[in-house]
């Protein structure tokens, strides 16, 4: 991972939303919100919570008086995910580094993440972390995608992009977000975080979109996708996601799109 794989800035956090969450992040954020509430947790820590797809539906499926504290590194994507959370509600909103967690030992009861541990710098070290602040025999909760070739629409995207630089193809989505989906990979990290009972189920879905633009645009500007392209020809970005919208038309149809996604979500439990 790069440093700039982190960078959700700009008018980032709003064509994540806008385009993102509805194409990839809303039926695995419900899948991970009923799992979470199906415990009946009285205290909750969201980690890279982004811009609050989860919060948006867990926080109704919770009773009033549980503790839910929502976490991301990135100031932007909180204040986006504050902003768009209904109101009233008593989450506490908190910028904090997964690998740096300002929270005592033994402090909640569920811990959970989506589709943000591939960003971690050390993957252990974050796992570490979790562990420490979950009560013994607490639960974290996360997904994570799987390869780029079993989530369509993404790699469709890096291929095109491709086209445009390759000596030096732009290679975010298969890198971060698609680059830790070993199965005995992720097991063995939390192992040595600490974790026992590990349990992973891979999930398929189906990402839908009106138009094959709306995944283009979804990837290319709202990702840091944008970010790379700009930093090679900023002069391009136009032309990759009109490019990028003609091949998944091509492939998917001119009109409503819909492509194959895949994850896996992970069940750990700390250790007593």
Not at 31 to 44: G, H, K, N
Request: glycine share 6%.
């Amino acid at each position: 991972m790069l440093p700039t794989d982190k960078k959700f800035t700009g008018s980032i956090p709003e064509f994540y939303d806008t385009y993102l969450v509805p194409l990839i992040f809303t039926d695995c954020a419900e899948d991970l919100a009923q799992r979470v509430s199906a415990r009946t947790p009285a205290s909750v820590l969201e980690i890279a919570a982004g811009s609050g797809v989860v919060p948006r539906a867990l926080a109704p499926l919770l009773p009033p008086e549980t503790r839910y504290v929502v976490t991301d590194l990135n100031p932007a994507m909180l204040d986006h995910a504050k902003h768009c959370q209904d109101a009233p509600n008593g989450i506490e909103w908190l910028q904090a580094d997964a690998l740096d967690l300002p929270f005592d030992a033994d402090s909640f009861d569920v811990a959970h993440c989506q589709h943000g541990v591939m960003f971690f710098p050390d993957r252990i070290s974050g796992f570490q972390q979790i562990h420490r602040v979950l009560k013994p025999g607490g639960t974290f909760i996360f997904n994570v995608w799987d390869t780029i070739a079993e989530n369509e629409f993404a790699n469709v995207v890096t291929e095109v992009a491709a086209t445009f630089f390759p000596q030096d193809p732009p290679q975010f989505l298969a890198r971060t977000p698609h680059g830790y989906s070993d199965r005995d990979q992720i097991k063995s990290d939390l192992q040595a975080a600490g974790f026992a009972e590990i349990e992973l189920e891979t999930r398929s879905g189906i990402s839908a979109a009106p138009s094959a633009r709306h995944p283009a645009i979804a990837y290319c500007q709202g990702t840091p996708l944008r970010g790379e392209i700009e930093s090679r020809d900023a002069g391009r970005l136009s032309d990759i996601t009109d490019q990028a919208a003609r091949v998944i038309a091509d492939r998917f149809g001119d009109g409503p799109v819909q492509g194959k996604i895949q994850s896996h979500v992970v069940t750990a439990t700390a250790a007593v």
